[in-house]
């Protein structure tokens, strides 16, 4: 195995982890900066409490959030310190919508079908 493949292997365990619905939405309701328990992210994504705790395991192996204790509860966060959200020019959402608006021809029409244009 070439180290090519390691860096290929090593980019589709991290994007698989970003491919998933739920763990999307707990993402983007955490971007704003404000930590939430399980049961806020559950109700806010609609999924029940067990799906969310474990894509919440799954952005915590990856390092995509962080875990506070307070009392008795848990409340998640971003890691900002995960280059995903540090960038300069914004986090992972701002990336992918610059990429779609000034690069790829298929994030494009998906964006215009979602907007209603042709």
């Known amino acids: 195995m070439t180290s090519l493949d390691i860096d290929v292997e090593q980019h589709m365990f991290c994007l698989e982890t970003l491919a998933n619905e739920l763990r999307l939405d707990i993402i ?22 067990s799906r969310v705790s474990h894509a919440l395991a ?20 971003l890691d900002e310190s995960t280059p995903l959200f540090k960038q300069r020019k914004g986090n992972i959402f701002d990336m992918i919508e610059e990429h779609a608006r000034t690069q790829c021809p298929t994030c494009k029409k998906y964006q215009n079908r979602v907007n209603g244009k042709k």
């Open 58 to 77: 799954n952005l915590k192996q990856c390092k995509l959030v962080i875990v506070e204790k307070k009392g008795r509860e848990m409340r998640y966060s």
């Open 28 to 49: 983007r309701l955490l971007n704003d900066g404000k930590a939430m328990n399980v049961n806020q992210l559950a109700e806010a994504t609609k999924a029940e409490r």
